[in-house]
């Protein structure tokens, strides 16, 4: 079984910074792409940003040079650098990870954490 446990999220003012994190644990063979999506109230769940087990990125057009994915391959965790957050920013932020296990080698998944609230106030 494997578990994504979000961490990170809260309430700030706006222009402030926050710093997401994920881990991901149990039977992983091995991680291929990691994401964040967001959720506002009564809208779709929607891409904010993505890495490629190598390092590759992309991004949401409204969070371009103010958000930062990275990954630490060695803890299977990534990370989502928030920063000048604005109140549009305010969402439920779900981690996303494509995820091969020992049991189902060489068949990758998708895995969601529960999701952190992200509150900026304006």
């Known amino acids: 079984q494997v578990q994504l446990v979000e961490s990170g999220g809260g309430l700030v003012q706006a222009g402030g910074s926050l710093r997401l994190s994920c881990a991901a644990s149990g039977s992983i063979f091995s991680i291929n792409a990691m994401g964040w999506y967001r959720q506002a109230p009564g809208k779709q769940r929607v891409l904010v940003a993505a890495?490629?087990?190598?390092?590759?990125?992309n991004y949401a057009d409204s969070v371009k040079g103010r958000f930062t994915i990275s990954r630490d391959n060695a803890k299977n965790t990534e990370y989502l650098q928030m920063n000048s957050l604005k109140p549009e920013d305010t969402a439920v932020y779900y981690c996303s990870a494509r995820i091969v296990t020992m049991e189902h080698r060489p068949y990758e998944y998708s895995y969601w954490g529960q999701g952190t609230q992200v509150t900026v106030s304006s």
């Open positions: 890495i490629t087990s190598g390092g590759s990125t």
